[in-house]
């Protein structure tokens, strides 16, 4: 389910469990009102059409088209108190270091050899 706010939050719901998956808010500004009058859900198209006194596209993406940092499952993900950010591992050998402030990748590396290619835990030491 979409919702359209009278604040031009559009929110997107999963009709099980009542949570909201998604937060958009349009920061665009209508003159003279300001405010967003229709929204419609363009299914071939896969985009949500926005009404005021300008007609807007905002195309939606689906889980299979989100692209992750990680192209082997995920090992761990640990939080890091010290640099505020969470750092992952996967069954491919590769660790991502994440912003907890935006959620984007700030490093990715590979760590281990050919010998032991894959992660099974991570842990942070005291230094």
Not at 52 to 62: A, D, E, G
Request: aromatic share 12%; proline share 2%.
């Amino acid at each position: 389910m979409i919702s359209l706010g009278t604040d031009k939050v559009v929110k997107i719901w999963h009709l099980h469990n009542y949570f909201c998956i998604q937060t958009i808010t349009d920061k665009m500004c209508y003159r003279p009102d300001d405010v967003l009058t229709s929204l419609h859900f363009d299914k071939w198209t896969n985009n949500i059409v926005l009404g005021s006194r300008k007609v807007n596209f905002w195309v939606c993406k689906t889980q299979a088209e989100i692209k992750t940092s990680h192209e082997f499952p995920v090992a761990f993900a640990l939080y890091n108190t010290e640099f505020e950010s969470i750092v992952s591992g996967d069954d491919g050998g590769f660790i991502a270091v994440w912003d907890v402030e935006n959620g984007k990748l700030m490093s990715r590396y590979k760590a281990t050899s050919e010998l032991k290619p894959k992660l099974t835990a991570g842990c942070f030491d005291s230094t």
